[in-house]
Structures are given as C-alpha cells and as structure tokens.
C-alpha cells in the first residue's frame, strides 16, 4: 500500500521537473564521487604530495562551502534552473582535466573550480526542489533523489574498484570519463528543459533571524 501511494504521489503534473531533477541527482555523483575516491591516491602516487599539500588542497576545497552565498549574486543574472546545469558543467569540466594538471598549482585549480560547482549546484538544486515539490509530495521525492546520488555514486565506487586492475584504468581515463558524463547530461539537461514555473513566491529579501 505504501508503494501505490508513493508512486500516486510521483506521478503528475510534476514529472518533468523529478525528471530534471533526477538528471541533475545523476549527474553531480559521478563526477564527485569519483574525484573524491580517487584524490588522495591520485596526489600520492602521480603528484607526489606530503601531507602539508593534502592539507591545503583540503582545506582550499572547502572555501567556495563558505562563500556560497555568492550564489544570491549571480541569481540576478541567470535563473537557479540554469545555474544549477552550469554549476554541473563546471564540476565536471574540472574533473575531468584533474589527471591533466599533476601539480600544486594545478591541482589546486582544479580543486577549486571543482568546489565551486559543487556547491553551488547543492545550493540551488535544494532551493528548486523546494520550489517545485509540494509539502505532500516533497518527503518522497527528496528522499527518491537522494537514493539516486547515492546509487550513483556506489556504481562509481564499484566500477573503479573492480575495473581498475582488470580492465587497466589510469587516473587520466577515470577522470575524464567521469568529468565527460557529467558535462554532457549537464548540457542536455540545460537544453532539454524550458525554464519551469513555479507557483511560489520567491523571497528577495535577506532574512536575518537569531536562531535557526
């Protein structure tokens, strides 16, 4: 019984948006899931990096986490539908050129780039969902997409762990597979879809409250 209601609960008038939305909960995972199975060999073995420049790469990976509330000044430019696929793009764009640039500076590029797609797109893909989902069906459906991402994000692991030896993998061709997946669902996504509607008010105003 609890699966007729879910699936009832599914269906439309909403499916393009779960539609785009589970695109986008597919997309995110295989760039970032396997950048970060791989990084700390990656730096290790092909780098050749100390701790002191784990650390930092580490560390600078978390600054754009802090500095998302940039996000509110670019939504004066472009919609939060198309910030997310760009945001995407760009995660996967450094992904994919990690294995390219093996050192400090590169890395650290790459690291940074790669961040800032990241959370931007969890940014404004949390904002849409609340958006677009209704109080009834929101639990579901959120719940659905984080399912996806973290099957995603398994068969990433799954593919690197039993590939790697069998079938040869290096760091170069994981990486860009993974970056070249996520950039061209990114595209279509961005292409495919028209900009949807939504019946909420949006807010433009910051809220400043003592406790949350």
Do not use: D
């Amino acid at each position: 019984m609890n699966f007729k209601i879910s699936w009832k609960l599914i269906s439309c008038p909403f499916n393009r948006h779960i539609f785009f939305l589970v695109l986008l909960s597919v997309a995110m995972p295989i760039s970032y899931a396997t950048w970060s199975a791989l990084i700390n060999n990656f730096v290790i073995e092909i780098a050749h990096f100390s701790g002191v420049e784990i650390g930092w790469l580490h560390s600078i990976r978390e600054v754009p986490g802090f500095l998302a509330i940039g996000v509110i000044l670019i939504l004066f430019l472009i919609s939060e539908q198309n910030l997310a696929c760009l945001a995407l793009i760009l995660l996967g764009f450094a992904t994919g050129i990690t294995a390219l640039l093996p050192s400090f500076k590169g890395l650290v590029l790459t690291t940074l780039l790669g961040s800032i797609g990241f959370h931007y797109f969890e940014t404004v893909n949390q904002s849409l969902q609340l958006q677009w989902l209704s109080k009834e069906k929101a639990p579901i459906i959120m719940g659905l997409l984080i399912s996806v991402g973290s099957f995603v994000s398994l068969a990433a692991y799954l593919v690197i762990v039993f590939g790697w030896k069998p079938l040869s993998f290096s760091f170069n061709f994981i990486y860009s597979i993974a970056g070249f997946l996520t950039v061209i669902i990114s595209i279509i996504v961005l292409i495919g879809f028209k900009k949807f509607k939504t019946s909420k008010k949006k807010k433009t105003q910051f809220i400043v409250r003592k406790r949350y």
